[in-house]
């Protein structure tokens, strides 16, 4: 997948030097520090969950970096999109999506989303699926701006009992 360099963030932020690149198995520390900022404990991924995600896995992740490692903060990933797709299938599955809050509401999860579809696209996928928690509001607004349609409710989803919208997306190469 071809990297594709990002305009300046709002607020301030300078986020022009980000590009989305497929994750690599190097990736994983900055990975688990993602998802410990973003995620609790049970929701995050293990370390072994994550070296098979990325090597063994028919899922693709993709993160968003920023292209100078030697940026002030040390951090260089600042998040990801994660597609599952089974063989023999058309429909792909966000299975996670986690943006460093700092840097949240800036468009770079609708980056991540559009390459996420893209690649989703290129695959043969005709149609993505995705779960979200019913009190994410601002997830649920993004996905429904996206083209995202609600297709069912599911009740005590997560383990904190929280229920979660399935929503489907039509894919079609643009």
């Given at each position: ?51 098979h995600l990325l ?80 009190d994410n509001r ?37």
């Amino acid at each position: 997948m071809a990297e594709s360099p990002l305009t300046p963030a709002r607020r301030g932020s300078d986020l022009s030097h980000m590009m989305i690149r497929p994750a690599r198995i190097s990736d994983i520390d900055e990975l688990e520090e993602l998802e410990f900022d973003c995620f609790d404990d049970d929701v995050a991924f293990s370390r072994c969950q994550w070296r098979h995600l990325l090597t063994r896995a028919n899922a693709l992740t993709l993160v968003i970096e920023s292209a100078d490692r030697q940026a002030p903060s040390g951090q260089y990933l600042w998040g990801y999109a994660m597609l599952l797709m089974r063989r023999n299938s058309r429909k792909a599955r966000l299975y996670s999506l986690c943006v460093e809050p700092r840097v949240q509401r800036q468009g770079l999860a609708r980056r991540l989303l559009g390459n996420a579809e893209n690649a989703a696209i290129a695959r043969g996928c005709s149609s993505a699926m995705l779960e979200v928690r019913a009190d994410n509001r601002a997830a649920l607004a993004l996905y429904r701006r996206l083209g995202w349609l609600p297709q069912g409710w599911i009740d005590n989803y997560y383990s904190d009992g929280c229920a979660a919208w399935r929503m489907i997306k039509p894919l079609s190469s643009r």
